[in-house]
C-alpha cells in the first residue's frame, strides 16, 4: 500500500508543479484558463501534502 500512496505522492506533486505553472504563465486576457489551471494545481497541492503525511506518519 506505501508504494500507491508513493506513486500518488508523486503524481500529485507533479500536477501541482505543471498546473501551477500553466496557471502563472496563462495570458491575463483569458482568466478561466488561470482559474481552472489554479484549482487543478491546488488540487495536486492537497493530495501531494496529504500523501506526503500519510507516507511520513507510516516511516516512523
Known sequence: MRKVIAVACVVSW??????GYLALSARIEDPQQMVTAG??????????????????????
Do not use: E
Not at 14 to 19: D, H, L, R, V
Not at 39 to 60: E, H, I, K, P, Q
Open 14 to 19: 507533479s500536477g501541482f508543479w505543471a498546473f
Open 39 to 60: 484549482l487543478l494545481a491546488f488540487a495536486g497541492f492537497l493530495t501531494g501534502m496529504f500523501t506526503y503525511m500519510r507516507l511520513s506518519r507510516d516511516m516512523v
